[in-house]
């Protein structure tokens, strides 16, 4: 497994580093922003970690960017910003897992495990999924519905990628936060009504059939 860790607080990323390498793991570290984006465009990761308070480009502006070019990629946060609108940004920036400082060492290895497996996983997926009229290609990383392009957030396209793999099946919200999210349900937020709302107006609001449904008290499912 290869990482980058982006961590502008040297002795912590000198930690970190020590940790990773003493697993048998290979990581390239980043002190700031700028050399952090230059190594993501480069090289390849199983799984990149961002601080969020990195000179000349911030994690969630890194993360976006890394988003954008490579939706599969996974991205850790590693912050001191603890607050639920913090982690709603991290999140909305496209990231795969939230973890705040002060950390066990533990704790994160165990993550960025569990985000590698999860990318792990998709190795044998089918580059095509299909939905009635909607298509997706997972190398491409591009979404037609009755061939016309739709244009998706990071999050909003692995929510995709997760409800197409699993058509016709009923997904509840706990799924979604564990498999998409990687993190444990939260029930205060309505972060995934969010974005399953921001999917449905785009895949399925000037379309027909409708394809996204609610199943009360049960979670989503996708059909045609």
């Known amino acids: ?52 308070n990195l000179p000349y480009i911030n994690g969630f502006e890194l993360c976006r960017y890394i988003k954008r070019d490579s ?6 946060l590693l912050t001191a910003l603890d607050s639920l609108p913090d982690k709603e940004n991290g999140f909305g920036a496209g990231a795969d897992d939230y973890l705040v400082k002060p950390f066990e060492f533990r704790e994160l290895m165990l993550r960025i495990k569990a985000l590698a497996r999860r990318n792990s996983d998709f190795t044998g997926m089918k580059t095509i999924l299909r939905v009635a009229d909607l298509v997706l290609d997972t190398e491409g990383h591009s979404v037609t519905r009755a061939g016309q392009r739709i244009d998706l957030t990071a999050r909003e396209y692995a929510l995709l990628e997760y409800l197409m793999i699993n058509q016709g099946r009923t997904v509840s919200r706990v799924d979604i936060a564990e498999k998409v999210w990687d993190l444990h349900f939260d029930t205060n937020t309505n972060v995934i009504e969010v974005y399953i709302n921001y999917l449905r107006k785009k895949i399925d609001k000037e379309f027909s ?6 199943i009360v008290g049960m979670g989503y499912v996708l059909r045609g």
């Open 209 to 214: 059939p409708k394809l996204l449904h609610t």
């Open 71 to 76: 939706p599969r990629q996974s991205i850790m």
């Open 1 to 52: 497994m290869k990482i980058l860790l982006v961590e502008d607080e040297v002795s912590l990323a000198s930690f970190i580093r020590k940790g990773v390498e003493s697993e048998g793991y290979e990581i390239d570290l980043a002190y700031d922003g700028v050399v952090g984006k230059s190594l993501a465009d480069n090289n390849t990761y199983d799984v990149i970690v961002l601080d969020v």
